[in-house]
């Protein structure tokens, strides 16, 4: 089984139908998906007919409640605690399809304990640094990395985001990173650059560089290589296809313990989720 321990929030993803109009009106279309970094790789891992869990808190409130109930049924255990208010980012996708977010967490980054028990059938950790770096929420993902290391089971982190490795602090990171010994690291383009890694990082197995359609950088105890991987055919939201890679690059990893076969795993169905708006794999979880 893979767990992830994080967020779940709502997207509301707006497509901008032209460049937007400062101070005016810009004709777009809009809708509301189930999101979070690591319950989108709950989901993600859970839409192969893997076993997954999401650990995290959402508000006390309907949109909270409605969020916990979309994620299980799409076949991921929620283990839920329940208070606050329940976050949203709001996702501007361009023309292009990149896409620019404006984030309001709620009371994601507020949990404080969970019993390690919650790790009870789990083969993989996945940690996003948004679960590292503020709140009780960074304390008690740290405490679990350590249980599942006690468990021997393997930990990916995420660096999930240029902008947030940057306020936190590159040394803090690295510094993190290297206290915390994930198994994987993953991360695109623009995070390790921001963390000037063009090696292995301390206390870290395997570095996977995601470098959009060009190959895929994998350094790890063998050295560097380069993995090819098919361009998408077609892009209608980039909105979590990095969290697609990480399912399906864990669950397969979980599978046979082969780097190269994880990471073509992993952009099969990145690839579904550009195809997709929001983090989703098709219009089943959209909701009002």
Partial sequence: ML??????????????????????????HIERTRGGSAANVAHFAAATGSPARFIGQVGDDRLGE?????????????VARRNGRTGSVVVLVQQDGERTMLTDRGSAPDLDTVEAS????VSALHVPMYSLTSGRLAQTASTLISAAHDRNIV???????????????????LD????????????????????????????????VIKRGSRPVLVIDANGRREISIPPAAR????????????????TSL??????????????????RALS????????????K
């Fill in 235 to 250: 892009v209608v939201d980039t909105t979590g296809a990095g969290d697609a890679f990480a399912a399906g690059f864990l």
């Fill in 155 to 173: 930990v990916s982190i995420d660096a999930s985001s240029a902008s947030v490795l940057e306020a936190f602090g590159v040394a803090q990171s």
């Fill in 276 to 287: 997709s708006p929001g983090a989703t794999l098709g219009a089943q979880e959209r909701h």
């Fill in 176 to 207: 993190l990173i290297a206290r915390l010994q994930p198994s994987v690291l993953l991360c695109n383009e623009d995070e390790a650059r921001v963390l000037g890694i063009e090696a292995l990082p301390r206390g870290v197995e395997v570095l």
């Fill in 66 to 78: 409605q969020l916990i109930d979309v994620l299980r049924a799409t076949g991921v255990d929620v």
């Fill in 118 to 121: 919650v790790l009870d059938g």
């Fill in 254 to 271: 979980s599978k046979d313990r082969n780097v190269d076969h994880a990471v073509r795993a992993g952009h099969d169905l990145a690839i």
């Fill in 3 to 28: 767990c992830t321990i994080g967020d779940l929030i709502e997207d509301v993803v707006v497509w901008l139908g032209e460049p937007t109009h400062h101070a005016s009106d810009t004709p777009s």
